[in-house]
């Protein structure tokens, strides 16, 4: 999904698989100051991408870019036989020479290192607050768990909370958590956690997880993600009495099509 300055784009498909775009629709779109927000459903996305902003340079248009899903970002490294991929999607954002490229919840600092004059919006820290009211959650009584060292970071500069931190080995051939171990102490039992992160995919980490926190005394536990994919519902978060509740964003989420799901809209954020 494409919009431009808040209008999504039509784009029509040929059957050999080629895409069809609306040029007039853009110009009458167009303004001093343009805006593009970019939602990831498929590969063929990043090609229509390249076509609209192509079309843009042409009608001497300059336009930013609000990424809503970085795609490939959680290939950020080369580890056993997986290639860097982040690194060749990042050079062909950069060939498209946006003013300016806004990055919602990266996966980690190596996307903004990557991608030129890039900055990030994290809204599971903008919502965290109305999480809180809405969980009942006691910042004095009560637990953050980050799931593992990354999230610890890239959720730094939340203070005034309790937090916990997960331990967590992978095994990067299948993608599986080995295992995973939960960093600090508790002062009783029954207190509430939310879980912090970035990406939910089938939710075996957070899964993992809550058993943990379960078997330190949690009597709640809830999941804040800034993104949340469709195999949740493939997954057992949804099915198990372990989690609670899910809030997320439509940054890959259409709508939330179970009643666990609590969905933010980012345009209206």
Do not use: W
């Amino acid at each position: 999904m494409i919009r431009l300055n808040g209008t999504e784009l039509a784009f029509n498909v040929f059957p050999n698989g080629e895409t069809l775009v609306n040029g007039e629709q853009i110009r009458q779109l167009l303004q001093e100051h343009n805006e593009l927000h970019f939602k990831y459903e498929s590969d063929s996305d990043l090609i229509k991408l390249m076509l609209v902003k192509s079309y843009l340079d042409d009608q001497l248009a300059t336009a930013s870019l609000i990424i809503y899903y970085m795609p490939y970002s959680r290939m950020d490294r080369v580890e056993g036989t997986s290639v860097f991929t982040l690194k060749y999607v990042a050079n062909f954002i950069n060939s498209l020479q946006f003013n300016k490229v806004t990055i919602i919840e990266p996966h980690s600092d190596v996307t903004l290192a990557l991608v030129n004059r890039s900055e990030a919006r994290y809204p599971s820290i903008e919502l965290l607050n109305e999480v809180i009211r809405e969980t009942g959650f006691n910042p004095e009584e009560d637990y953050l768990f980050f799931p593992d060292a990354g999230a610890q970071k890239r959720y730094s500069k939340v203070s005034g909370y309790q937090h916990l931190v997960g331990f967590k080995v992978r095994d990067f051939q299948t993608g599986r958590i080995a295992s995973l171990d939960v960093v600090g102490s508790v002062a009783r039992q029954g207190f509430k956690v939310i879980i912090v992160d970035d990406l939910c995919s089938y939710g075996g980490t957070f899964m993992l997880s809550a058993e943990r926190l379960k078997e330190l005394g949690a009597a709640e536990i809830y999941l804040l993600v800034g993104h949340c994919e469709e195999s949740i519902y493939e997954g057992k978060i949804l099915t198990s009495e372990l989690i609670n509740r899910v809030f997320t964003t439509n940054s890959i989420l259409g709508e939330a099509a179970h009643k666990r799901i609590h969905l933010f809209d980012l345009g209206g954020m």
